[in-house]
């Protein structure tokens, strides 16, 4: 059978009659005289002693689970990656992976730390706002995995040590969010958000300085989102990414 389905578009025709010689075609690159400096600063962290080793028992007991129970090794994947992704960044708080067949566990986190153990990232996060925010300038933290404590727990060690810090959620409907970022920004230091929530359609020109709290796994959104503040009509003279 042969299904058919009209999809919305506009003939090529209509470009290449009316439109093509009175077009321009630019990119950024075309451009670069009038943009900012640019500069993306990759940060190696490295887990304290107490974190690492759990991580790489967990990592061992899955691995050793994979190889040896073919019945369930695709079933747990999923679990596999998210585990092994977020106990880093939260290693408390981590809920058991459990045999899909019969229900018992098969590898249980252990807390090795809390909500109010302040770990490397965050250390590092600070020692950032209070270098930007010294000289006026304000800061935008991305955090992808909203399933963890991690914008909250920003949230309040930075209000604690004095800067004013904002979280812009998913409750924010993305029609609004320009609005709402337009009636906030006087009063932010630090804005905190998921990127894909802001990946296209918002100039951030205000936030010089952006941090990759932690980094998904889709290319296309790492890239838009990290360019919300590089844009033809900033004024500052750079942009940082870290």
Same mark, same amino acid.
């Given at each position: 059978?042969?299904?058919?389905?009209?999809?919305? /578009?506009?003939?090529?025709?209509?470009?290449?009659?009316?439109?093509?010689?009175?077009?321009?075609?630019?990119? =950024?690159?075309?451009?670069?005289?009038?943009?900012?400096?640019?500069?993306?600063?990759?940060?190696?962290?490295?887990?304290?002693?107490?974190?690492?080793?759990?991580?790489?028992?967990?990592?061992?007991? =899955?691995?050793?689970?994979?190889?040896? +129970?073919?019945? @369930?090794?695709?079933? @747990?994947?999923?679990?596999?990656?998210?585990?092994?992704?977020?106990?880093?960044?939260?290693?408390? /708080?981590?809920?058991? @992976?459990?045999?899909? +067949?019969?229900?018992?566990?098969?590898?249980?986190?252990?807390?090795?730390?809390?909500?109010?153990?302040?770990?490397?990232?965050?250390?590092?996060?600070?020692?950032?706002?209070?270098?930007?925010?010294?000289? /006026?300038?304000?800061?935008?933290?991305?955090?992808?995995?909203?399933?963890?404590?991690?914008?909250?727990? =920003?949230?309040?060690? =930075?209000?604690?040590?004095?800067?004013?810090?904002?979280?812009?959620?998913?409750?924010?409907?993305?029609? &609004?969010?320009?609005?709402?970022?337009? &009636?906030?920004?006087?009063?932010?230091?630090?804005?905190?958000?998921?990127?894909?929530?802001?990946?296209?359609?918002?100039?951030?020109?205000?936030?010089?300085?952006?941090?990759?709290?932690?980094?998904?796994?889709?290319?296309?959104?790492?890239?838009?989102?990290?360019?919300?503040?590089?844009?033809?009509?900033?004024?500052?003279?750079?942009?940082?990414?870290?």
């Amino acid at each position: 059978k042969l299904r058919e389905k009209l999809l919305p /578009g506009v003939s090529p025709l209509v470009f290449t009659r009316y439109l093509l010689d009175n077009a321009v075609f630019l990119s =950024l690159d075309d451009m670069t005289d009038s943009m900012p400096e640019y500069e993306e600063i990759p940060i190696i962290m490295k887990m304290n002693d107490e974190v690492a080793n759990e991580y790489e028992r967990i990592e061992g007991k =899955l691995k050793s689970i994979l190889k040896s +129970e073919r019945k @369930i090794s695709h079933k @747990i994947l999923g679990n596999y990656l998210i585990i092994l992704t977020l106990y880093p960044d939260m290693p408390y /708080g981590m809920k058991p @992976i459990y045999n899909p +067949e019969d229900g018992s566990e098969l590898v249980v986190p252990k807390n090795v730390g809390s909500p109010d153990e302040l770990y490397e990232k965050e250390l590092k996060v600070l020692e950032i706002a209070e270098e930007k925010i010294s000289k /006026g300038e304000k800061l935008l933290v991305y955090t992808n995995w909203v399933n963890t404590d991690t914008q909250k727990k =920003l949230q309040r060690i =930075l209000t604690e040590k004095g800067y004013r810090t904002k979280i812009l959620s998913s409750s924010t409907q993305a029609s &609004k969010r320009e609005a709402w970022l337009m &009636k906030n920004v006087n009063n932010i230091d630090v804005l905190i958000t998921n990127p894909s929530l802001v990946e296209t359609g918002l100039d951030l020109n205000e936030f010089t300085n952006i941090i990759f709290y932690n980094v998904a796994y889709n290319l296309n959104t790492f890239r838009q989102s990290s360019r919300r503040s590089w844009r033809i009509n900033q004024t500052s003279p750079r942009v940082e990414v870290y």
